[in-house]
Nanobody, 126 residues
């Protein structure tokens, strides 16, 4: 019903910035809360940030608050993650996620996610 495709990953120098995009298809996009997760090799998938269906409410994991910003453009069916002051520890595959009728905070519960993108790799060099 909803397909998610991430883009914008790549290699970036420590301290630099990167913006990830998630393009969604499906006529129900505007009713879904959207979020970003990340997973480094050998580690569990972690919640990063989420935004409600209208873009009026956001929620961030404490570790990334102040450095990362999530936003959405419903006219383009696209969600963004602006990442600043990147560190080598931020190296991971970043996944876009969607859940119907959810608050931004509720998106942190991985088991309740309805749809996942395939991920985009972000590599931060020192």
């Amino acid at each position: 019903q909803v397909q998610l495709v991430e883009s914008g990953g790549g290699l970036v120098q420590a301290g630099g910035s990167l913006r990830l995009s998630c393009a969604a298809s499906g006529r129900t996009f505007n009713s879904y809360a959207m979020g970003w997760f990340r997973q480094a090799p050998g580690k569990e998938r972690e919640f990063v940030a989420a935004i409600n269906y209208s873009g009026t409410s956001t929620y961030y994991a404490d570790s990334w608050k102040g450095r990362f910003t999530i936003s959405r453009d419903n006219a383009k069916n696209t969600v963004y993650l602006q990442m600043n002051s990147l560190k080598p520890e931020d190296t991971a595959v970043y996944y876009c996620a969607a859940r119907s009728r959810a608050t931004a905070q509720a998106m942190r519960v991985i088991r309740d996610i309805d749809y996942w993108g395939k991920g985009t790799l972000v590599t931060v060099s020192s």
